[in-house]
């Protein structure tokens, strides 16, 4: 740094302008300005030469190193991930983020088939009757298992999840206890006929695969051939990162969000009656049970107080319930305007086989037939044979197995499973007549 003091300042000034030294005043202008280097070789600043450059605080501490921040949770016996970590209830960012990592994992989707009948049997018990012991006979009625094993469909999962959200007229928990419709302070509470209404959508969603996205109002139409592709799902006039702040910025003592994933692509109840069908064949009649089951289904963050963990451990949940406490905590809950709340309004989607738009430059005009004849049932017989029209351009392709591929490669091992009585509880994940992996990788087979 070059420092010059006032008078220095002043004289310059008069040699500058040619004052009462000429000669200076010539001989500086015809010298040479100094180089770039010259001028700069006192003021450069070295920096170390393994480039690991150290600031120093007050203190002589180092700056932490930045990390992730990773949230604490465990996994209840279903599988779902439950959390109380006091960051994700305060922090909306954190809370998305927790959600989105959680959202890789897809859910555990099995097809359990199960068969029992009852058999009854005689024994002999021991009686007292006026102090004498005697014998006599007694029948019992005794369950037995024919057969109980399930299919793993889960891994048939393809792709990322599709994070979607309820419409705003859809009937959801948005942050009390009952349903609601609308957002913010359009919010009321939905009625009777509405949640009846989304409760039965619901279940028929469910049992026929549809993505949840797809509302109550929907019916079969031939304008509707997109209607389950991935744009456009987050129905909500707010975002899934909206509905995280509204849950952080809630001071409600009892709160939770929840997020949901769900399958779909499969008609389940479609696959469900084949599946009786085939054990049928085999002139099994006892008591056929053939359900598809869902775990590791909902991430769900609750608030951190020592109540809300109590709450969360079933077997304290069970003491209250038996000393009569719980219940006057679930009114607390219900009505006390700082009791509960819970956010139930949005999740994760994962496709089994999904409908996807591609360009055709040949044909500008296709004529393609539906493809969800295997995914949907029609409303009524004339609508089974109708073809869809594609925009000009485009037409559509289904990305993913279907179900009448899978379920031919599993009609032999469900059938032959039933004859065995096989009894196991863990999943099956391949066909028995299927070859194994290390005869696949045998050269020439």
Known sequence: MLIIDAEDSVKFKQDSVGGSNPSVASSSLQQPPP??????????LHLPQNDNLIFEQEGGAEPPAFAPYDAQFFTSRSGD?????????????ALYRFLLSQASTPPTVILRCKGSHNETHTRMVHSHDNGHSRMKTEQYTESITDFDFCIDVGQYIF???????YADSTPAYRGRMYQEVGISEEKRKAWKSERKAAKAWDTERTRRGFPPWIGSDYAWREDQSYATQTHGVLRSSWTLRQWADDYCASRKY???FNYNKIAYGWNFEAIRVATISII?????????????????????VRSHNRLSRALSNRWIKFLLFITFIYPFIWLFKRFHSRGGGRWDVCG??????????????????VHAESPFRDVFETVDATAQGSSLTNPPGRRTKVVGMREGEWFRQWE??????????????????????????????????
């Not at 991930?81 to 960012?93: K, V």
């Not at 049928?280 to 769900?300: A, K």
């Open 254 to 256: 009892l709160k939770e």
């Open 81 to 93: 991930i439950i959390s109380h970590d006091p960051h994700l209830n305060d922090d909306g960012e």
């Open 348 to 365: 994760g989607a994962y496709a089994l086989k999904r409908v996807e738009q591609t360009a055709n430059q040949f044909a500008p005009d």
């Open 280 to 300: 049928n064949s085999t002139h099994y009649r006892g008591d056929l049970s053939v359900q598809f089951e869902t775990s590791q289904n909902v991430v769900s």
């Open 35 to 44: 180089t770039f280097e010259e001028s700069v070789a006192d003021h450069v």
């Open 159 to 165: 792709g990322e999840p599709t994070h979607w959200s």
């Open 412 to 445: 032999g091992t469900i059938r032959r499973a039933v004859q065995n009585r096989l009894q196991d509880r863990q999943p099956l994940t391949m066909p028995d007549d299927h070859p194994a992996h290390q005869t696949l990788a045998l050269d020439g087979y």
